[in-house]
T-cell receptor
């Protein structure tokens, strides 16, 4: 039990589908993150939300759309994805994204496969 | 932008042997964190180093932060099969608000 819960754990979708990934944290944190983890690549930061405000968008294609309705929940809406988007999508949280001394707590991830 | 290089990418050792992974940055880091990801799992925070030349120990794991705060290492003494996983360093450069992760070092330990 990490305190950060991601659903679904696995997702297979076609390129024309629309789906959403969900992340919920029970740690009382104010910052939430989406990362993409592909084989042989470093963890790629996609989006950062701090106190519900998006503070970082690392040149992520518009087919990925984040939503943060409150400090405990984070969504990643997916639309018209490409095969190269197949990866493990990890959600993380920390106390405050502006405080560099805080560790990040990761969820188990959603393994996404695009057909 | 920030770049954190980590070597080696992969190491296979016999149980009982030592293991070291190195992390290097072209810019000075305000702090560095280490994470471990077991196969099929998610990254788990191990430790953070903040001070120049800092050394911290966790049982068989020794973490060092270089004097110039541009490099760091993780050393495992007498590896065990439970040490299997990928070890990531993550650093934050001055002027940047987010962590940059290295590619990680995958450690395999044979019994």
């Amino acid at each position: 039990e990490t305190g950060v819960t991601q659903t679904p754990r696995h997702l297979v979708m076609g390129m024309t589908n629309k789906k959403s990934l969900k992340c919920e944290q029970h740690l009382g944190h104010n910052a939430m993150y989406w990362y993409k983890q592909s084989a042989k690549k470093p963890l790629e930061l996609m989006f950062v939300y701090n106190f519900k405000e998006q503070t970082e968008n690392n040149s992520v294609p518009s087919r990925f759309s984040p939503e943060c309705p409150n400090s405990s929940h984070l969504f990643l809406h997916l639309h018209t994805l490409q095969p190269e988007d197949s990866a493990l999508y990890l959600c993380a949280s920390s106390h405050d994204a502006q405080n560099s001394n805080q560790p990040q707590h990761f969820g188990d991830g959603t393994r996404l496969s695009i057909l | 932008g920030q770049q954190v290089m980590q070597i080696p990418q992969y190491q296979h050792v016999q149980e009982g042997e030592d293991f070291t992974t190195y992390c290097n940055s072209s810019t000075t880091l305000s702090n560095i964190q280490w994470y471990k990801q077991r196969p099929g799992g998610h990254p788990v925070f191990l430790i953070q180093l903040v001070k120049s030349g800092e050394v911290k120990k966790q049982k068989r794991l020794t973490f060092q932060f270089g004097e110039a705060k541009k490099n760091s290492s993780l050393h495992i003494t007498a590896t065990q099969t439970t040490d299997v996983g990928t070890y990531f360093c993550a650093g934050r450069s001055s002027g940047y608000s987010t962590l940059t992760f290295g590619k990680g070092t995958m450690l395999l330990v044979s019994p």
